[in-house]
């Protein structure tokens, strides 16, 4: 997992007729969202994909070689299980031994001997250090009392084990049984096969120093056949203490242990289903299952400041960590009452085995009566009003609004505009009702899209004086376009947003035109 310290990675651009928000392409960001290995490997000239293999390589080494005691918050990049995992499917295109031996050092078990890659820089490595093991019903974690990657080996309870490798246990095995025995997910892959296995089937866990790199852990795999298996095993390392003089005081040593394991275990299971599918999807569902397994830390909220909350103009897929919100709606969404339903996040994954990340979403909501375009919609009313429908939205932030208008009687109209959707992403425009507009006002409310079949929606919610909300039906025709009025009056309307919503699933679906109109009327 990467830093848990967020900034901003995201800025501002400029859409005809109105303010949009864009990603950054940045060596963290960059190439997200990924076909079919097979698909890549059979595509592209030699020499591109010897490019995309020694980036890969460049950026999986970064992971581990920047030591930042001192240095002021990160930008988030991306995790780096996914770093790693891209480096595994890209090892056999680099060009030479020397860069593959490199790959090879970086993607190593910490007890497999291979020692550091040619300029020093590799993946934790214990060394010549003498290795210790302690196994429970699922889960081994490995350490070493000596060294660069030394465990403390205080022992309080006199069982024979280091305090830290207890705690590693028996939270990991905690969240084995939340996660596989009680939300039915696969458990994680046996790495019996396996040239380096631990010593044992079991989910082999390290433990070393990865704080001075702000690495809170990751899961990968050293599967030789990476690139022509769908699934595999994992391995796990995560971090030897937590201290706070590297990880701060925001969360005690033990809670970061708790959402890292539940978060990177998740990507163990995830191998087992796909180990190539979507980052907003492999990303976004780890996130989430922090809170599904540890509810009391919430440290996922973090991730809200580069998610569609912060940026619905940015398509959901653009999200790593971010998209964690939209599975939460999904779940709460998916079956009304106090309680959520995770199983719709299982059927997600049950699909992902043999399906495109987008695809298993489809076949899921279809499953359940739903389309991708009706949940979309109702994600947009969600995230504009969070307090509202979210279980804990009430510490969420709300979606901002990307144009607002005072409507008045000697201004009652906005005027055509005409903001540019990309896929899977919303606009929220505001219109609230001036003094003047006393009496029995409308909003009489015009929208031209593209067709239905293209992913338009169009959401309508009133937020009264009181606070309370009501939402109102938009419904379009086929071809993306209608006019509808709404009550305006000031004495019982407060605002009111219109939330238009490309739930096109593709970028090809990008830049599509949604032109409205509004205008106050008796």
Not at 198 to 204: A, I, P
Not at 411 to 438: E, K, V
Not at 450 to 460: E, L
Request: proline content about 5%; hydrophobic content about 40%.
């Amino acid at each position: 997992m990467t830093p848990r310290l967020l900034a901003a990675g995201l800025a501002t651009v400029l859409a005809t007729g109105f303010a949009a928000v864009g990603l950054v392409p940045t060596a963290a960001t960059a190439g997200t969202l990924h076909s079919s290995f097979a698909a890549q490997r059979t595509t592209g000239s030699t020499h591109a994909r010897a490019t995309r293999a020694r980036n890969a390589l460049d950026d999986a080494k970064a992971l581990f070689a920047r030591h930042r005691a001192g240095v002021a918050h990160p930008v988030q990049g991306r995790d780096a299980t996914m770093v790693l995992r891209d480096l595994a499917r890209r090892a056999e295109d680099l060009p030479t031994v020397t860069l593959r031996r490199q790959a090879r050092a970086v993607l190593a078990r910490p007890t497999d001997g291979t020692g550091p890659s040619d300029d020093g820089i590799s993946a934790p490595d214990y060394g010549t250090e003498t290795t210790y093991r302690h196994c429970g019903a699922h889960v081994c974690v490995h350490w070493v009392e000596s060294g660069e990657h030394r465990t403390d080996p205080t022992d309080a309870d006199g069982n024979g084990y280091p305090d830290q490798v207890d705690r590693t246990l028996s939270v990991m095995e905690n969240v084995y049984v939340v996660e596989v025995t009680g939300m039915g997910y696969r458990a994680p892959l046996s790495d019996a096969a396996a040239a380096e296995n631990g010593g044992s089937d079991q989910l082999d866990v390290y433990l070393a120093d990865i704080g001075p790199q702000w690495l809170y852990g990751y899961c990968t795999s050293d599967d030789p056949d990476l690139g022509s298996v769908p699934s595999t095993y994992a391995y796990c390392v995560l971090d030897n203490d937590y201290s706070p003089d590297q990880f701060g005081t925001r969360h005690t040593p033990e809670q970061n242990l708790k959402v890292t394991a539940a978060h990177e275990f998740f990507h163990a299971v995830q191998y087992a289903y796909s180990w190539n599918r979507a980052d907003w999807l492999m990303e976004g569902t780890a996130a989430w299952m922090e809170d599904e397994v540890y509810d009391d830390v919430n440290d996922n909220r973090q991730y809200l400041v580069e998610s569609p909350l912060t940026y619905p103009n940015v398509p959901l897929t653009s999200f790593d960590y971010g998209a964690w919100i939209f599975w939460r709606f999904l779940s709460e969404w998916s079956r009304p009452g106090p309680a959520d339903d995770a199983t719709v996040v299982r059927g997600v994954w049950n699909r992902a085995a043999t399906v495109s990340s987008m695809g298993a979403l489809r076949e899921t909501l279809a499953s359940r009566g739903f389309s991708v375009a009706a949940a979309f919609r109702a994600f947009g009313t969600w995230t504009r009003s969070p307090r509202h429908f979210f279980s804990e939205g009430g510490a969420y932030p709300a979606a901002s609004t990307g144009k607002a208008f005072v409507l008045s009687a000697a201004h009652p109209g906005t005027g055509a505009w005409a903001p540019r959707l990309d896929h899977m992403s919303h606009a929220f425009i505001r219109f609230q009702p001036g003094t003047s507009l006393r009496g029995d006002w409308r909003l009489q409310v015009r929208v031209n899209m593209a067709d239905t079949a293209r992913g338009s929606v169009v959401g309508v919610v009133v937020i009264r004086p009181d606070g309370s909300v009501h939402v109102h039906p938009f419904r379009l025709d086929r071809h993306g376009n209608a006019t509808h009025r709404y009550p305006f009056r000031r004495a019982t309307v407060g605002h009111l947003d219109l939330d238009l919503g490309n739930a096109g699933t593709s970028s090809r679906d990008n830049g599509e035109a949604a032109t409205f109109s509004a205008r106050a009327v008796r």
